[in-house]
């Protein structure tokens, strides 16, 4: 075997997303034949990266059948190292019940193991368990100083809890001011639920360009209130009416389901010339074919 493509192999999987961000450092299973034969090798010789690739080989069925109890064992081999990366992947199975019944004391163990060694993803994982109370009892002082460990490497997620939590004054004092700089924080980063946030802010101060910017950005990770809101925005006089634009948000939020723009729809339809409501139907459809990603499916905190 070429122990070069093993050393460049070993190296990568090791260092993956160092460039990008601790967040995506998590080895996989390789797609290449002689990769994976290398895989295996390391993870016999207790590799623990190595033996997290190799349990994604056996979660995905890629150059074996599919076994989700070896991948788990492989995965409990790279965590009993004290392997950060296996450790948050073994908690959240076991928060999740992803091929085992759910686990919360496990879960608990696991992610507070990679946590502490400072994955920040575990960081966040650790703050919803606390915030939930799921395998602990609930602590909102808790869950707020793991938000900030997770947040302060740049964790999304953990910077919208944390402002949440600034914001309303959980376990944390009461801040507005340093709430604001984590929802831009967390907005800049794609967080759809803190772009609303920015939106709401500057809809309040009356920074309207700015507004509709961010409702637009959320509107289109699939925050079906934004759409709603946007469109509400557009019949103030404060940011220039503009019914069109707001029969389009309307319409565009009630093909996602939502009561709110729907009763707009049918409250506006009624008053608006035929040619205009059939433009504004038309751009409605040509933004949800624009933006395919917007029908998202909640993440997993969410349906807890």
């Known amino acids: 075997m070429n122990l070069l493509r093993v050393l460049l192999?070993?190296?990568?999987?090791l260092g993956f997303g160092i460039?990008?961000?601790?967040?995506a450092r998590t080895p996989v299973c390789p797609r290449d034949?002689?990769?994976?034969?290398?895989?295996?090798?390391?993870?016999d010789a207790n590799d623990?990266?190595?033996?997290?690739?190799?349990?994604?080989?056996?979660?995905l069925g890629m150059h074996v059948k599919p076994d989700g109890k070896e991948s788990i064992g492989w995965l409990t081999r790279a965590a009993n190292q004290r392997y950060a990366p296996a450790e948050y992947e073994l908690g959240r199975i076991y928060l999740y019940g992803r091929g085992v019944e759910a686990d919360y004391a496990q879960a608990l163990l696991w992610e507070r193991k990679a946590a502490e060694q400072?994955?920040?993803?575990?960081?966040?994982?650790?703050?919803?368990?606390?915030?939930?109370?799921?395998g602990v009892a609930a602590d909102p002082a808790q869950a707020a100083e793991w938000n900030r460990k997770a947040a302060m490497q740049?964790?999304?997620?953990?910077?919208?809890?944390?402002?949440?939590?600034?914001?309303?004054?959980?376990g944390v004092s009461k801040d507005a001011e340093e709430a604001r700089k984590w929802y831009a924080?967390?907005?800049?980063?794609?967080?759809?639920?803190?772009?609303?946030?920015?939106?709401?802010?500057?809809?309040?101060?009356?920074?309207?360009?700015?507004?509709?910017?961010?409702?637009?950005?959320?509107?289109?990770?699939?925050?079906?209130?934004?759409?709603?809101?946007?469109?509400?925005?557009?019949?103030?006089?404060?940011?220039?009416?503009?019914?069109?634009?707001?029969?389009?948000?309307?319409?565009?939020?009630?093909?996602?389901?939502?009561?709110?723009?729907?009763r707009e729809v049918d409250r506006l339809a009624t008053a608006m010339p035929t040619a205009q409501k059939k433009h504004a139907e038309l751009a409605a459809a040509k933004w949800i074919k624009e933006h395919p990603g917007s029908d998202k499916e909640e993440d997993e905190e969410e349906k807890h």
């Not at 400072?118 to 799921?134: I, K, S, T, V």
């Not at 740049?154 to 309303?168: F, I, K, T, V």
């Open 33 to 43: 034949e002689k990769d994976f034969a290398a895989i295996q090798q390391h993870a």
């Open 154 to 170: 740049g964790n999304a997620e953990a910077q919208l809890h944390l402002a949440r939590g600034l914001d309303e004054g959980v």
């Open 185 to 262: 924080k967390a907005a800049r980063q794609e967080q759809p639920a803190a772009q609303l946030e920015l939106a709401r802010e500057f809809a309040v101060q009356g920074n309207c360009p700015a507004a509709v910017h961010w409702y637009e950005e959320a509107a289109g990770h699939g925050q079906v209130q934004a759409m709603y809101e946007l469109g509400r925005l557009y019949l103030t006089s404060k940011c220039g009416a503009n019914r069109s634009q707001a029969f389009t948000w309307f319409t565009i939020g009630a093909r996602f389901r939502s009561d709110e723009s729907k």
């Open 48 to 59: 623990p990266a190595a033996q997290m690739g190799l349990a994604s080989c056996y979660d």
């Open 9 to 13: 192999f070993v190296i990568a999987i």
């Open 118 to 134: 400072g994955d920040p993803r575990a960081q966040r994982d650790l703050a919803f368990m606390y915030e939930r109370g799921f």
């Open 19 to 23: 460039a990008r961000s601790q967040e």
